[in-house]
């Protein structure tokens, strides 16, 4: 890129000194035409080497910005499997909760079920 521009300037140095010259002959005269031909085709080959660069440049953002959106996209997933995860958990514990209070009321239940039918029992000795 750097030879290029070297080229390019100094085709434009030489182009200006033959411009420049008020009386050239036949043969300047044909070195600048060929010169300003060779400056213009030296001009384009450096353009389409720059757009070649950027497209280059912009075909690495849309991949650099395709693995960003996979990673946030990964991010996502993970951030959702966490919080079903931790959703899981908590039905999980709720559930067992609930399971120890029934337990604990069933418990109570047949506790006081117990001390009526030996109140029963008692009231039915007194009674006798």
């Given at each position: ?114 001390e009526r039918t030996k109140r029963d029992a008692e009231e039915k000795v007194m009674v006798l």
């Amino acid at each position: 890129k750097q030879q290029q521009m070297h080229i390019v300037d100094m085709l434009s140095k030489e182009i200006q000194e033959l411009q420049s010259k008020p009386d050239r002959s036949a043969e300047e005269s044909d070195r600048l035409r060929k010169l300003m031909l060779e400056w213009q085709f030296q001009k384009r080959l450096q353009e389409s080497k720059q757009k070649d660069e950027d497209d280059e440049e912009e075909e690495d953002d849309d991949v650099d910005t395709m693995l960003i959106m996979q990673r946030l996209e990964a991010e996502r997933r993970a951030r959702l499997q966490d919080e079903e995860r931790r959703r899981q958990q908590q039905l999980e514990e709720m559930r067992k909760r609930e399971a120890e209070d029934r337990a604990r009321q069933e418990e109570e239940r047949r506790r006081q079920e117990e001390e009526r039918t030996k109140r029963d029992a008692e009231e039915k000795v007194m009674v006798l």
